[in-house]
């Protein structure tokens, strides 16, 4: 969907569904569960009505940085946010870059989130540790850092250091992802059928 067919469509639309088209279009990896976490950006004024749509989906949410309008929410599931964060290698990488070690998703994304507030006051770095907290394979997160941003193998959802052949596939896989649930929104499912089709699919393919 072009910029303008998404906003053609977000004129003819009640604002749950535009908030759902946000959602698809910008974390279908996670609603699909193949991703753990997304960051998205959404107006102040739609925060209490996003609360509501995320209830029930399994997907919790944390204010990272507000400013004017805008507001910068990261949503994650929980249990495979924390998983990967207590992966031996992770989080000795998370104690070199100065964490506590106190292994709760809520307490490390408030670590997080204060790192980002203070960056945003100019007071450290940008905190590229973050690529971590979004699921990025932690080879990535250390080539990133190490080359400052630079020769980078390839570039997608985020720059690729190693392995990239299955990150391009991983890639592919969120593109579907976003194709899959963009045409299920605009086919007039909301975001709770969204995600009860995706379960009862996810159960039958267990069961075959």
Same mark, same amino acid.
Not at 80 to 88: A, E, F, G, I, V
Not at 123 to 147: K, M, Q, S, T, W
């Given at each position: 969907m072009s910029v303008a067919e998404l906003m053609e469509w977000n004129k003819a639309h009640h604002r749950d569904d535009r908030l759902t088209m946000t959602l698809g279009m910008h974390c279908a990896p996670l609603l699909m569960k193949d991703k753990i976490s997304n960051i998205i950006t959404i107006d102040i004024r739609d925060f209490s009505?996003?609360?509501?749509?995320?209830?029930?989906?399994?997907?919790?949410?944390?204010?990272?940085?507000?400013? !004017?309008?805008?507001? *910068?929410? &990261?949503?994650?599931?929980?249990?495979?946010? =924390?998983? #990967?964060?207590?992966?031996?290698?992770?989080y000795r990488f998370l104690l070199e870059e100065g964490y506590d070690g106190v292994m709760l998703?809520?307490?490390?994304?408030?670590?997080?989130?204060?790192?980002?507030?203070?960056? !945003?006051?100019?007071? *450290?770095? &940008?905190?590229?540790?973050?690529?971590?907290? =979004?699921? #990025?394979?932690?080879?990535?997160?250390?080539?990133?850092?190490?080359?400052?941003?630079k020769n980078s193998l390839y570039s997608g959802y985020w720059k690729v250091y190693e392995n990239v052949d299955a990150t391009k596939a991983l890639f592919e896989r969120f593109e579907y992802d976003r194709t899959y649930v963009i045409h299920k929104i605009v086919s007039g499912y909301t975001l709770t059928e969204l995600m009860d089709e995706l379960e009862q699919e996810k159960s039958q393919a267990r069961v075959s």
């Open positions: 009505d996003m609360k509501r749509l995320l209830k029930n989906t399994g997907i919790s949410y944390r204010l990272l940085k507000s400013r !004017g309008e805008k507001m *910068i929410l &990261f949503l994650y599931r929980k249990t495979d946010l =924390l998983n #990967y964060l207590m992966r031996s290698d992770v998703p809520e307490h490390l994304i408030n670590q997080l989130a204060k790192r980002i507030f203070f960056y !945003g006051n100019g007071d *450290i770095a &940008f905190p590229h540790e973050i690529g971590v907290f =979004l699921g #990025y394979p932690l080879g990535d997160v250390r080539g990133f850092i190490e080359n400052m941003g």
